[in-house]
């Protein structure tokens, strides 16, 4: 099974340029959600859906963008790079109910220069 | 709201001693937790989850956490550290709701090393 795919793995941006991280699950999970890893800081909640056509905004939203028009796949949109973006993303997967655990992508290592 | 609390951000032991990471939670309503681990470089792996049944909770690898509402606490352990438990340890809990309100928190993670 792949579970939950991220694609690109490693990314170097210019401060200004935009791009998308893909995320994809092969689940059938209605929750999907993109976290941030910043060093000492845990993961935080960018943004999350919990289901097709319908996101809403995590701890962190600023400067990023979602869509979710099928149950498998989970953009995020990066409009316009700064340094602070620097980090490494991750998408992760669920069914909505609180006692089912999330699955989690390899992760994105973005870098803004 | 709900947060949780990983107040060592590493702990260091030796090959072959007990390993306890701590871990203390702040929900308004009855949470589910788990325990994620993170190899350098890889992405988060489910050790194990508490969902409200046993308290006493065993998971991959030889870790087990114990859940003690009156602590708000659910700790994890192994009694004897391996060289390839060295990772980063991370704490989460999920509110018992489902859709909107089931977003998980995480700890800010602890970072575990193993001495030979």
């Known amino acids: 099974n792949a579970g939950v795919t991220q694609t690109p793995k490693f990314q170097v941006l210019k401060t200004g340029q935009s791009m998308t991280l893909q995320c994809a699950q092969d689940m059938n999970h209605e929750y999907m959600s993109w976290y941030r890893q910043d060093p000492g800081m845990g993961l935080r909640l960018i943004h999350y859906?919990?289901?097709?056509?319908?996101?809403d905004q995590g701890e962190v939203p600023n400067g990023y963008n979602v869509s979710r028009s099928t149950t498998e796949d989970f953009p995020l949109r990066l409009l316009s790079a700064a340094p602070s973006q620097t980090s490494v993303y991750f998408c992760?997967?669920?069914?909505?109910?609180?006692?089912?655990?999330?699955?989690f992508g390899q992760g994105t290592r973005l870098t803004v220069v | 709201a709900q947060s949780v609390t990983q107040l060592d951000s590493h702990v260091s032991v030796s090959e072959g001693t007990p390993v306890l990471l701590r871990c203390n939670y702040s929900s308004s309503y009855s949470p589910s937790l788990f325990w994620y681990v993170q190899h350098p470089n890889k992405g988060l792996q489910l050790l194990l989850k508490y969902t409200s049944a046993a308290t006493l909770v065993k998971g991959i690898n030889g870790f087990e956490a114990e859940f003690k509402k009156s602590e708000t606490s659910f700790h994890l352990t192994k009694p004897s550290a391996h060289m390839s438990d060295a990772a980063e340890y991370f704490c989460?809990?999920?509110?018992?709701?489902?859709?909107?309100?089931?977003?998980?928190?995480f700890g800010k993670g602890i970072t575990l090393s193993v001495r030979p």
């Open positions: 992760a997967s669920s069914y909505s109910g609180a006692t089912t655990e999330a699955f």
């Open positions: 859906s919990v289901g097709a056509g319908i996101t």
């Open positions: 989460v809990v999920r509110r018992a709701h489902t859709g909107a309100n089931s977003k998980l928190t």
